[in-house]
């Protein structure tokens, strides 16, 4: 029998393993090879060496730490320039763009990307892939022309900073002796508005309760679903029917915040007089929250999208995806002054950040009636119905039409001026299905995380099409680094007008089809922009193979390395990497203790489980498991370890076995014992409310034969539940649980 001593040893090891793996990731780009590519790089000619005659336009980014309180209560916050969000940087078409960036974090990388801009592969800021991170006291010049005019932003691409407040616009205006639009009226005064979403959490413990698959945003945010939720709201049948068919509660976002921002502030005032027209320059800069925009004062204007004009739209309710951008006209009123509210809704209804135009009596937005968490079905057909309107309607008509929760107006955005591509350049279609899982929160592409599989291979020359068809019930917002694509939609009046977008919103159970002309080179980031997907897996590159495979190949097989070489593997860095996160669940009662320790990595896990009882026993008995585990999908999850007992007629041994999730999200588990000793498990969590849940457990073992255990839990907060519990050997008991 192995001593316990070597089974801790045995796990130290595992453990080190597991642990030590994304270090070695990191260095691959970072040291040697990578470090020698940077250097011949950054010798390559600059904007300002490439076009000596243009007007070089300088800025100086410090990114540092503080502590802001915008939701009331004061959290460590990351600043550009000392705010949130970091200055607007202002440039017209044309001229040269020059930003020092200062790390002024302690002991953090960080990196800056510049959004829906068009720069050289060196300056697009995606750490370890396209850029040099750059670390703690170091400073890094980035410059590049500034190639068209719009609405843009930047932000960090490292770890979660973008979260925590490392953002801010950017405005491009056309060259000075282009002709003024001539399908918009005067413009009176022009407000740049970057929406945002803030947590009081640490970001990284927002992550972890993500991926542990705690319910407690669900309640937070009054979402939670229960039988008894389900009976009152009249929807038990389509209840069972999901836990039948074995999907976990569908929500309309994942995470619960504290705030919702408008540069920064819960509720802003902007001047404005009676009658002016107003340009906002809207960019939703949040993490992960889609925002519904009205205006007290009717209809938006829509003049441009994504930076690129627009003809103009009118639209009550504009439903804005992470990362888009929106130019909106409004007109305040004539008439006495008042302050006209121009709201951004979370679209789940959770809250909202308002900015007012002007000064006076408050004419509030129209409000957004909540969605019953049960009703989900209603909401998908509302989706679905709006993928099959047609974008041929004119403007009143389509006003008259909209649905009172819109999807993006796609169908109806039409580019100022043609989009067509290069007729002659071949054209190649790819279809990316965007699946995930929310049991896990693996978050993916093609059923892969980007560090399963990381590129998508593009030859220099073609048009790619991209058919995004979104496997799962949540819109993701799409976003391509370093290209224009055109947005196709279906029955298009014109599609020569094609819109122009650097990020595109496909909305759950849909596609949306893109194309883009391949004119670059190197490797170019393609990701959900909900900041927790893309750390989960959603992502791929975009890879234009290096030297001569960048020319045209044959168009009929797809890129591959030529024979003999290995595969490219682009420096994901921590883009690769499904980070390591532990947390512990226990519970400490009157007659017993249960618990599991996990470290949780991509798909594999190291778990330390206990159950000790006291109870109706003549000695404290207990039983640990220390196994490592592999989640293959929500329905299979293998695990092998060993098993350390002091229960009467039951052994230490290795053990191995799976647990398959059964239709009613029953868990059933079996394992064998290297000494032929078996055991069965059934388990069953059933949610009575949103706070009380019951769990149901019951084992046979070849050597213990039956046992059960049936608990009732109240969850009192984040991290306390309070418990009782009845056990067939450790009787009746109460305590407290808790989640760390
Ligand atoms: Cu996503």
């Not at 309607?393 to 039409?401: G, I, N, P, S, V």
Request: proline share 7%.
């Amino acid at each position: 029998m192995p001593s316990a001593a070597m089974t801790l040893r045995s796990l130290i090891l595992v453990a080190g393993i597991l642990l030590a793996a994304p270090a070695a990731h990191a260095c691959e780009a970072c040291g040697g090879k990578g470090a020698a590519t940077w250097a011949a790089r950054e010798r390559e000619p600059r904007a300002s060496q490439l076009f000596p005659d243009a007007r070089v336009v300088e800025y100086t980014l410090e990114i540092a730490e503080t502590t802001l309180s915008p939701a009331g209560e004061p959290v460590r916050a990351l600043t550009i320039n000392g705010s949130v969000p970091g200055p607007v940087l202002r440039f017209r078409e044309g001229e040269i763009a020059r930003i020092h960036v200062r790390n002024r974090l302690v002991g953090e990388e960080t990196s800056t990307h510049w959004h829906g801009l068009l720069v050289p592969n060196l300056e697009d800021g995606v750490p370890h892939l396209t850029t040099p991170p750059i670390g703690p006291g170091e400073s890094r010049t980035f410059e590049f022309l500034l190639k068209h005019s719009g609405t843009y932003w930047y932000h960090s691409h490292t770890g979660l900073q973008e979260q925590r407040g490392v953002y801010g616009a950017i405005v491009i205006e056309p060259k000075a002796d282009a002709p003024a639009r001539a399908d918009l009226p005067p413009i009176d005064r022009e407000e740049v508005v970057v929406l945002s979403d803030w947590t009081n959490e640490n970001v990284r413990d927002v992550m972890r309760t993500l991926l542990r698959g705690s319910d407690w945003y669900a309640i937070r945010k009054n979402t939670a679903q229960s039988l008894l939720g389900a009976a009152r709201a009249g929807h038990l049948r389509d209840y069972l029917k999901r836990e039948k068919s074995r999907l976990p509660p569908m929500d309309v976002s994942d995470v619960a915040y504290d705030a919702f921002l408008a540069n920064g502030r819960t509720r802003q005032q902007l001047p404005a007089q009676p009658g002016e027209t107003i340009r906002l320059r809207v960019i939703n800069a949040a993490a992960s929250s889609y925002f519904y925009l009205s205006s007290a004062a009717g209809p938006l204007t829509l003049i441009a999208a994504d930076g690129m004009d627009i003809t103009p739209i009118r639209q009550r309710r504009l439903l804005i995806g992470m990362a888009e951008t929106y130019d909106l006209l409004v007109t305040v009123p004539a008439g006495g002054p008042a302050a006209w509210e121009v709201r951004a809704t979370a679209q789940d209804g959770s809250g909202h950040a308002s900015v007012f135009l002007g000064a006076g009596a408050e004419q509030p937005a129209p409000g957004l009636a909540p969605l019953s968490p049960y009703n989900m079905n209603a909401a998908m057909a509302a989706v679905l119905d709006q993928l099959d309107d047609s974008g041929d309607l004119t403007d009143t008509e389509a006003l008259a039409a909209e649905s009172p929760r819109p999807l993006p107006p796609y169908k109806r955005l039409k580019s100022n001026s043609p989009t067509t591509l290069p007729a002659d350049a071949p054209l190649r279609e790819v279809t990316l299905k965007l699946t995930g899982d929310m049991t896990r929160y693996l978050w993916s592409i093609d059923g892969r995380s980007i560090e399963e599989q990381s590129t998508v291979p593009v030859r220099r020359g073609e048009i790619l099409r991209l058919v995004l068809v979104n496997n799962t019930m949540m819109h993701h917002p799409m976003h391509l680094h370093g290209h224009f694509f055109r947005l196709l939609m279906p029955d298009a009046v014109d599609p020569a007008f094609a819109p122009l977008k650097h990020t595109v919103d496909v909305p759950p159970m849909s596609r949306r089809t893109i194309e883009f002309y391949a004119n670059e080179d190197r490797d170019w980031l393609f990701h959900c922009h909900l900041l927790y997907h893309m750390k989960a897996g959603m992502g791929r590159v975009m890879s234009y193979p290096a030297g001569e495979e960048m020319r045209l190949a044959d168009n009929s097989a797809p890129a591959t390395p030529a024979a003999g070489r290995p595969a490219y593997q682009p420096a994901l860095g921590e883009h690769a990497m499904p980070h390591t996160y532990a947390w512990i669940d226990a519970t400490l009662q009157s007659h017993l203790s249960t618990g599991s320790g996990t470290i949780q990595r991509g798909r594999q896990n190291l778990n330390l489980t206990w159950e000790t009882g006291w109870g109706r026993v003549d000695r404290r008995e207990y039983e640990i498991e220390a196994t490592v585990s592999h989640y293959f999908n929500p329905r299979w999850t293998a695990f092998a370890g060993y098993r350390l007992t002091n229960e009467s007629g039951a052994h230490d041994a290795v053990i191995a076995g799976a647990t398959h999730r059964l239709p009613y999200l029953v868990d059933f588990t079996a394992s064998v014992q290297s000494n032929g000793e078996g055991r069965l498990a059934l388990e069953k969590l059933l949610q009575l409310t949103s706070r009380v849940s019951l769990t149901a457990h019951v084992q046979y073992d070849t050597a213990t034969r039956f046992a059960w255990q049936a608990s009732l839990a109240y969850t009192a907060s984040k991290r306390l539940d309070l418990i009782v519990t009845q056990d067939s050997d450790y009787g009746f008991g109460a305590g407290l649980g808790f989640r760390f």
